[in-house]
């Protein structure tokens, strides 16, 4: 019986082989160099799972600016060359966000396609409605929670918290009483988010449904959405409004398929939001003092001094004007942020790269953009937290070939081109608000001794977390 079952699982695995190589041998033809591992269907998934960044790293090194990985029954070409990568933005037709975050969205959500018109206007209402139209009401609205909250915190004795904790709290709380409304189940949201977004990466890969059935991962997503289906009482953004009709106007849709499609964008509004607050934090948090006085300094100057009642004034228009602050979050973007951007190649297309090679890149193939953040040719020392880096930042960068090259091409903590994330003007709104009234309200240091770790398997698309999730801060009310 043993020998009969091992015979058909070699005979398995010999088919599996036979029909990887043969696929192989079809994308490896006229295509980027292909690294396929030797697992069928799992690839290079492990090695490439344990830390992204340094794998594309390593293989860029070995096989050039542009290669394909073959990762969990999925090939995906990667392009590290920010010439290629600005080529590639310009081009959203041929390479395109909206298809990846279907088809990502479809196996993370298990949403149903939209007709493309109406997905165009649902895309048209979010950036809308989240870089110009509601952005000062959203801003306000975190402005006005998280002084709320504040109060809670004051303390006249040293209190230690846990700032991965304390920051996850604060900003998933603020945020979705922001954009969902004030009345919105934020408590639930939150405390079924956490759990979603640590097994987003693997709910959103290419394992059949029905693993992701049996192992308890859709049940982990579904009671994150539950709770995301606006309700008129909870005052959400004109956006979510606009989708919520738009979504539960599909035939037969289920209402675990409507709560996923309006909790994609509370996931989207979290997921790096929290992350980058908790770096900016501790970042800031470990400057010497003088250059804390300075940061204080430029608050001060900006907003004013605290109302005898102990409010701070901060007005939408003068986030803007809060450069070191703004230094600060877009260092700890470069430093922490993973590797990529997505986009789908539409057509089969004959892709001229930088370097003068050609390739022909497949129909409907998935494609990972290489962010530069940690070349040392655009960013000198690139591994060391240098505060004030992006205040003498030029906006276009000179690139190895001796082209000019936008900054954006090389620094994309949001992506790039027609799809660069519609909410990073909120997020970092929200970020500076927390740093105006923790530097201005609190004496802080971080107690922990030890270099925090970034895990590096969650490096992919995210702002990588602290490994461990446990950095320990005190603080008190400021004399
Ligand atoms: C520090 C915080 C954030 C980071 C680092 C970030 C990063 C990104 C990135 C890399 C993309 C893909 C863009 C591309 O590939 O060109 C994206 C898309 C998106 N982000 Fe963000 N994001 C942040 C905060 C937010 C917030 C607060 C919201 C909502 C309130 C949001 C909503 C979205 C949406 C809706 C998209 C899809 C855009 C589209 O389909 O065109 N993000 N974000």
């Not at 591992?37 to 992204?52: C, H, L, R, S």
């Not at 918290?161 to 009345?183: C, F, M, P």
């Not at 209402?255 to 994609?264: H, V, Y």
């Not at 979290?270 to 006085?293: A, E």
Request: hydrophobic share 40%; proline share 5%; glycine share 6%.
């Amino acid at each position: 019986m043993i020998t009969e079952a091992f015979i058909l699982l070699a005979i398995i695995y010999v088919a599996l082989m036979l029909f990887f190589n043969k696929v192989h041998r079809k994308v490896i033809s006229k295509g980027p160099p292909l690294i396929c591992g030797y697992i069928p269907f799992v690839g290079i998934a492990v090695e490439y799972g344990m830390d992204p960044r340094a794998k594309i790293a390593q293989l860029s090194e070995k096989y050039g600016d542009i290669f394909t990985i073959y990762v969990m029954g999925q090939f995906i070409t990667v392009v590290t060359n920010p010439v290629d990568v600005a080529k590639i933005y310009s081009s959203p037709k041929t390479f395109n966000f909206f298809e990846v975050g279907i088809e990502f969205g479809n196996r993370a959500f298990t949403l149903p396609r939209m007709d493309d018109q109406t997905n165009n206007t649902l895309i048209h209402d979010i950036h809308h409605g989240l870089q110009s139209q509601e952005l000062p009401v959203l801003t306000e609205r975190a402005n006005t929670f998280i002084q709320r909250d504040f109060k809670n915190f004051r303390s006249k004795d040293w209190k230690k918290v846990n700032l991965v904790e304390w920051v996850g709290d604060i900003i998933s709380s603020v945020t979705l009483r922001a954009v969902y409304g004030e009345n919105c189940n934020f408590k639930e949201m939150a405390k079924t988010f956490f759990p979603f977004d640590d097994k987003f990466a693997i709910i959103a890969s290419n394992i059949p449904f029905a693993v992701k059935k049996k192992t308890g991962l859709f049940d982990i997503r579904d009671s994150f959405a539950t709770n995301f289906v606006p309700r008129p009482e909870d005052d959400a953004c004109l956006f979510l409004h606009k989708r919520y009709d738009a979504f539960k106007g599909v035939k037969d849709l289920s209402s675990i398929q409507l709560g996923n499609a309006m909790s994609i964008i509370g996931w989207a509004a979290l997921t790096n939001t929290i992350t980058t607050t908790v770096w900016t934090i501790y970042h800031l948090l470990k400057q010497p003092q003088s250059v804390r006085d300075e940061v204080l300094d430029e608050i001060r100057d900006v907003l004013g001094e605290r109302s005898d009642g102990g409010a701070l004034e901060i007005p939408y228009e003068q986030l803007s004007n809060l450069k070191k602050v703004d230094a600060i979050v877009s260092e700890s973007l470069r430093l922490h942020f993973g590797v990529l951007s997505s986009r789908m190649c539409m057509k089969k297309h004959n892709f001229e790269s930088s370097s003068g090679r050609s390739y022909e890149l497949p129909a409907r193939g998935l494609m990972l953009l290489a962010s530069s953040h940690h070349d040392p040719h655009f960013f000198k020392d690139p591994e060391t937290f240098i505060w004030d880096r992006f205040l003498h930042m030029p906006s276009s960068v000179i690139a190895k070939n001796g082209k000019s090259i936008p900054l954006s091409s090389v620094y994309l903590p949001f992506g790039g081109g027609a799809n660069l994330c519609p909410g990073r003007f909120f997020a970092k709104n929200e970020i500076k608000i927390m740093v105006c009234l923790l530097l201005t309200s609190f004496d802080m240091k971080v107690e922990t001794e030890e270099e925090p770790e970034t895990d590096k398997m969650k490096w992919t698309l995210q702002v990588g977390p602290f490994k461990e999730g446990n950095i320990e801060i005190r603080y008190k009310n400021k004399e």
